[in-house]
């Protein structure tokens, strides 16, 4: 079955560093890929996708690259804020298999110290 | 207009009793999902509408679990004789619809936050 691995946490960085959240994925089809964000208090929000080979989503400075020959879609910032912290959840999904239902990492929390 | 609507936001209960989680989703939007979110499996998808039909209810953990749509609107999650495992936040999400060649978003709601003492 599908399944998505990703970096347990918590992360803890000071303001300003760079930022790697490494996520890993199996899947029996072709994939979409996505990273999802958990603000305290709030719902899942989409962060940014990537529906094929050698895209690059990005939103609010974070990037990701959707790496089909190590199966890999890792998050990167360049420089973090504090309001970053929050919990990074990494998930695929087969377009087309009937469902769309998204498979999630296990999630990352995510903490910046001023 | 409107995002995701889930209720209640909260919920405490018994182990053995029943509860009722309900999920609005976003207005015109005909798929419809649920998930759980625990601290020990992380965020399992449970299962999916495509306006009132649920194709595939292999997802949910037991029979005790079931759910159903009604006018293509609003979704209701049962628990049946509660048991301390189904201590969760159970997440829904709508987008417009499902199987489609192209990813369409899902948009999450708050969840409800379920507690089985």
């Known amino acids: 079955g599908d399944s998505v691995t990703q970096m347990e946490g918590p992360v803890t960085l000071s303001e300003e560093a760079f930022l790697t959240i490494n996520c890993t994925y199996t899947?029996?089809?072709?994939?979409?890929l996505f990273w999802y964000v958990q603000y305290p208090g709030e719902g899942l929000q989409l962060l940014l996708k990537a529906t094929k080979a050698d895209d690059k989503g990005s939103n609010k400075g974070f990037e990701a690259t959707y790496r089909k020959e190590t199966t890999s879609f890792h998050l990167e910032k360049g420089s973090v804020q504090v309001s970053d912290s929050a919990v990074y959840f990494c998930?695929?999904?087969?377009?087309?298999?009937?469902?769309?239902?998204?498979?999630f990492g296990k999630g990352t929390h995510l903490i910046i110290q001023p | 207009g409107a995002g995701v609507s889930q209720s209640p936001s909260n919920k405490v209960t018994e182990k053995g009793k029943d509860v009722e989680l309900r999920c609005d989703p976003i207005?015109?939007?005909?798929?419809l999902y649920w998930y759980r979110q625990s601290l020990g499996q992380g965020l399992e998808f449970l299962i999916y509408f495509q306006g009132n039909s649920a194709p595939d209810k292999s997802g949910l953990p037991s029979d005790r679990f079931s759910a159903e749509r009604t006018g293509g609107s609003v979704s209701t999650l049962t628990i049946q004789r509660t048991q301390q495992e189904d201590s969760a936040v159970y997440l829904c999400?709508?987008?417009?619809?499902?199987?489609?060649?192209?990813?369409?978003?899902?948009?999450f709601g708050p969840g409800t936050r379920l507690t089985v003492l």
């Open positions: 999400a709508s987008t417009l619809t499902s199987g489609g060649p192209s990813y369409n978003e899902q948009f």
């Open positions: 899947a029996t089809g072709y994939p979409s």
């Open positions: 207005s015109g939007h005909t798929a």
């Open positions: 998930a695929l999904s087969v377009p087309g298999g009937g469902a769309d239902g998204l498979t």
